[in-house]
T-cell receptor
Framework: DTAVSQTPKYLVTQMGNDKSIKCEQNLGHDTMYWYKQDSKKFLKIMFSYNNKELIINETVPNRFSPKSPDKAHLNLHINSLELGDSAVYFC????????????FGPGTRLTVL | AQTVTQSQPEMSVQEAETVTLSCTYDTSESDYYLFWYKQPPSRQMILVIRQEAYKQQNATENRFSVNFQKAAKSFSLKISDSQLGDAAMYFCAYRSISGGGADGLTFGKGTHLIIQP
């Protein structure tokens, strides 16, 4: 009964390719997020989506584009992959109001060769 | 912009003993939320404890408790009776309430906690 799921869990690809990571939540949350965790374990917000509207874009290159077909899904598309994109990408979700506890997916480890 | 600092890259504690992980943050806001997340080797992010800035009482969750010092902008995590399963990376995180609450979390760089059997 997974709350926040991501696919795939591992992704290995060549430089220059385009790839997508899917995220789904079944918690009824209205806000979803993407975080990037680098090789030093540092976590940084990339995007958040509320009711299909992009709320934050933290100076992420425009090769990264979040797409939300509905409130329960927030997919991450990455074009022209670069070596520096190698990282673990986490999806998360929360209610907009209140303490906003964020529930995280299991992460996707992306390796660009 | 807010920043979160965890000054201990690594901590080690004997099983059954108590350990405190430190966290300081910088903000000009008066109301916000603070969190501690745990990331074991499985890499799953697990919420350990949260604190609302407007509450003076320190949050507790079983063996986990915080020492929240708002004026000092300090938010340390105390783990009592440490267990082998507590071994993980621990991240302190800040969430702003301004901006409609849709802001993401601002994380510290993490503290790697080692439990010695």
């Amino acid at each position: 009964d997974t709350a926040v799921s991501q696919t795939p869990k591992y992704l290995v690809t060549q430089m220059g390719n385009d790839k997508s990571i899917k995220c789904e939540q079944n918690l009824g949350h209205d806000t979803m997020y993407w975080y990037k965790q680098d090789s030093k374990k540092f976590l940084k917000i990339m995007f958040s989506y509320n009711n299909k509207e992009l709320i934050i874009n933290e100076t992420v290159p425009n090769r990264f584009s979040p797409k939300s077909p509905d409130k329960a899904h927030l997919n991450l598309h990455i074009n022209s992959l670069e070596l520096g994109d190698s990282a673990v990408y986490f999806c998360a979700s929360s209610h907009l109001a209140g303490h906003n506890e964020q529930f995280f997916g299991p992460g996707t480890r992306l390796t660009v060769l | 912009a807010q920043t979160v600092t965890q000054s201990q890259p690594e901590m080690s504690v004997q099983e059954a003993e108590t350990v405190t992980l430190s966290c300081t943050y910088d903000t000009s806001e008066s109301d916000y939320y603070l969190f501690w997340y745990k990331q074991p080797p499985s890499r799953q992010m697990i919420l350990v404890i949260r604190q609302e800035a407007y509450k003076q009482q320190n949050a507790t969750e079983n063996r986990f408790s915080v020492n929240f010092q708002k004026a000092a902008k300090s938010f340390s995590l105390k783990i009592s009776d440490s267990q082998l399963g507590d071994a993980a990376m621990y991240f302190c995180a800040y969430r702003s309430i301004s901006g409609g609450g849709a802001d993401g979390l601002t994380f510290g760089k993490g503290t790697h906690l080692i439990i010695q059997p």
